[in-house]
């Protein structure tokens, strides 16, 4: 639930009440719940500055993400108030680092996050100059009074050569694009796992790369490797047929109250 | 996004952005989160009146949804603002009526919903007199005053024997409760159906019935009959090793544009 959109030196800032469907077995928000709202803060703050996915499409062109980083020290439970701070960190010819920080009631931060985006252009699906775009003013919303304290998204490699689970992309899965959204992948991971190791242990740091688009009826594979001794899971998902790569994904779990 | 709770008559009003990861490949709202907007206004209204979960769970007390039929001449499209009101239209020794009518932005009624809770007990998990909670102060916020004009949940009988999907119970489609949760069930459902039937048709009616609780690595068998003169899909949810009816539903299409 979002009420307000403050903005304050290039920040957005957005509240929000953890709903009671949103949260798992635990009570805490699902991280792909997280992810939902920290891609909502994005295109929210991004449509007040001119560069929203409306505004882009009016040029032929649109916000693709390419990574997300999110890392926490807890996460909101059941009916929490809490807000999602964003910011323009960089801006490069092809990409731009937009980061997040996550807040209690308190307003203490409580996570961070990491995104990368490209603009590419809808004909050619080609990438696009970002400063091209409104003279260069997106130069204009970069931030540089704030920290993001975490590790940028890192190389993720899978050496699986069998797929732990399989599925066929749905009806649920697919967002106005036709593609399966983002935020479904973060769910089919999370679900590689059982429910006792989300209830006994908790997700430090969740990262994924979106390499090519998925749709409805591909059947896709999804690989896993276990780092043990570091408790994280390396995952990778690819179209059955063609072995495209559609992400690839880590998980770091700790155990609860750590 | 829901900001503000209006009340007036025993009518809770509660105002929202349809967001874009809730729509579908045809940039509707999706009925399941249709469902979940609607049981969180119907747990915020109860609230507001005494009558919340966390209230009922001082006395031991839960509630449970048993029916919910939604209805709609259209739905919201992303980034639309809509609305949804909620009334206690009856309520019965053991068992509560609660209506919703969904509006657009200009306030007009674009769908309606009706439900029907029981109130249990959390210990034995059988209903309780929903009189004898707050000496029957419930009565006082029966709205008398508002229509609800679709049909009541009727019955719903599933012949197939064979099962069209199965599925098992993960991480992902468990409540803070441990069970797979109401609005789960439903996307589960309108996973049975193709992408080409969303997308040239729309759900004018969805209704569901929920008889027990699922958990977590439960295989589930979704046995369907189509009745096709009537364009209806009537639908059984039931656990693969003990043959119980976990839900049933049905959803009727109609072409678009009607």
Redesign the interface.
Known sequence: ???CDLTKNNIGSYKF?A???H?????RL?L?IVG?HL??CA?MHAAKRGFG?TDLNEHHYTWVLSRLAMEFECLPM?YDEFSIDTWVEAVYSLFTDRNFSIHNAKGEAIGYARSVWAMIDLDSRRPVNLVTMHEGHINDYICTERECPIEKPGRVKVMATEPVYSFSA???D???N?HV???RYI?HI??L???EK?KEERVKRFEIAYITESY??DQLDMYMDEEADRNAYQVEIRKHFTGEVVCRAKMVFVKKGT
């Open positions: 639930m979002e009420c009440l709903e009671p469907f949260v798992d077995c635990t009570g699902t792909s939902n891609l909502n295109g996915i059941q749905k009806y649920s697919i967002d106005i036709g959204n983002s935020v769910e999370l679900d796992l059982p429910l989300h409805f009826g």
